[in-house]
């Protein structure tokens, strides 16, 4: 079921009202910055690389510790008549459950990393809550309330702002002819953040329809190699780019430089938020590996292509 027009104006709204500026932290870095010759295309994960997260990452990936304060003022929002009645922390804990039992049961069908679906989390979360006695929630809760929820809860729990070069950057790339993609974790709001703060939703100017990949569409989230497949398989039918044309840019060495390099995609680690940069160098997938390039910002991207 498609988001209403009207509907989707209501959570692009509540979004900026309930966004503020955030700084990036500094990481200490030293930028590696090298030529890269015969890129067609970029793709950019979302999470710490184009936005700044609380978390550095989606809230599923990286819980923060501080979702009871989210939940009870998402349920204010929500059920202003009958918030007070269930403690937030039990919330939170059927929350964590409920991801966890539908993460377990997608494993059991052979998905490796798989990626649940927020609004279904949230539609049992309310089912479970009216099992522990809340009957006054709603037993079968249209969409719009669960994708208010959501909002509510995800924008208190992991507050995202872009890097201020983040436009800029793109709008260069652009310019020399290269195909801008996006392949990363997320959920049904995710384009909505990006729409949000830019004006328009990703694929309306920037970005090629083709190449965003997101997870909650997937059914995976990284750093599931059938993921990262699903990028060299578009690039190979749609546009007839190979691998080595292609620069992958990312925070997570794990997540994000090591799946990529397996495919044979250039890589650049984006080193410009302290909150975000996970070098992981205890994963023996990562021990040995190193990006093409280091940034610290958006915008050596350019200098580099």
Not at 44 to 64: H, L, N, W
Not at 89 to 99: A, S, T
Not at 140 to 167: A, V, Y
Not at 256 to 272: E, K, N, Q, S
Request: net charge negative; glycine share 4%.
């Amino acid at each position: 079921m498609s988001t209403s027009y009207t509907q989707k104006q209501h959570l692009l709204s509540r979004i900026k009202e309930l966004s503020a500026p955030l700084e990036p932290k500094e990481t200490g870095e030293t930028p590696v910055l090298i030529p890269l010759i015969d890129i067609k295309a970029v793709v950019f994960d979302f999470y710490g690389t184009m936005f700044m997260s609380g978390t550095g990452d989606t809230i599923i990936d990286d819980p923060k510790g501080e979702e009871t304060v989210a939940f009870k003022q998402a349920f204010e929002v929500i059920f202003p008549d009958s918030a007070d009645k269930v403690p937030a922390e039990l919330g939170v804990q059927l929350y964590k459950e409920v991801i966890h039992d539908h993460k377990e049961a997608m494993r059991k069908e052979g998905l490796d990393y798989p990626e649940v679906q927020i609004k279904e989390v949230w539609a049992d979360v309310l089912s479970r809550l009216r099992k522990h006695g809340f009957e006054h929630l709603p037993e079968e809760p249209e969409e719009e309330l669960l994708e208010n929820l959501t909002i509510e809860f995800e924008m208190r729990n992991n507050p995202t702002w872009p890097f201020s070069d983040l436009e800029n950057t793109l709008e260069l790339l652009k310019e020399k002819s290269l195909y801008l993609g996006i392949l990363s974790n997320s959920q049904f709001y995710t384009p909505l953040i990006y729409e949000a703060h830019l004006e328009s939703a990703p694929d309306d100017d920037l970005f090629d329809v083709n190449l965003c990949i997101w997870s909650y569409e997937e059914k995976r989230c990284k750093p599931s190699l059938p993921f990262h497949g699903q990028l060299k398989m578009v690039l190979d039918q749609h546009f007839g780019i190979q691998p080595e044309q292609v620069l992958y840019v990312g925070n997570d060495m794990l997540k994000d430089i090591y799946p990529a390099a397996h495919f044979g995609f250039r890589t650049a680690l984006f080193a410009g938020d302290d909150r975000s940069l996970k070098w992981r160098k205890d994963d023996e997938r990562c021990a040995n590996l190193l990006p093409d390039l280091v940034i610290t910002r958006l915008d050596q991207l350019v200098e580099c292509l």
